[in-house]
């Protein structure tokens, strides 16, 4: 499986951004897909998983009401909509994807992942 992530950059406090995660390689809508990021100096940490379907997510409780994660398995594509935006959630953002049906919020629980894209919040 192979992930693209997109749609990084620089915004305000209290600003929006949507990433986006486009994969090939493998059927879609029987990937885990979840999004991580991790800040300099910092271990790279869980944001939000969404199940196959998509009805199902799951958010770290930093950005839960703030961040929502999406997927469109038509296109193969996941999403990550930021919104109020904070200086501290500034880092690279990495989509990941795994083939078990869970929610899972391990970094090494996934066995794929896309590139990163940056983001940064100022303040």
């Known amino acids: 499986v192979q992930l693209q992530a997109s749609g990084g950059g620089l915004v305000q406090a209290g600003g929006s951004l949507r990433l986006s995660c486009v994969a090939s390689?493998?059927?879609?809508?029987?990937?885990?897909v979840a999004w991580f990021r991790q800040a300099p100096g910092k271990e790279r940490e869980f944001v939000a998983a969404?199940?196959?379907?998509?009805?199902?997510?799951r958010y770290s409780d930093s950005v839960k009401g703030r961040f929502t994660i999406s997927r469109d398995n038509a296109k193969n594509t996941a999403y990550l909509q930021m919104s109020s935006l904070k200086p501290e959630d500034t880092a690279v953002y990495y989509c990941?994807?795994?083939?078990?049906?869970?929610?899972?919020?391990?970094?090494?629980?996934?066995?794929?992942w896309g590139q990163g894209t940056q983001v940064t919040v100022s303040s």
């Open positions: 990941g994807a795994d083939g078990a049906p869970k929610l899972l919020q391990k970094p090494d629980e996934y066995d794929y």
């Open positions: 390689g493998r059927t879609f809508n029987r990937l885990t």
């Open positions: 969404s199940s196959w379907g998509g009805n199902i997510s």
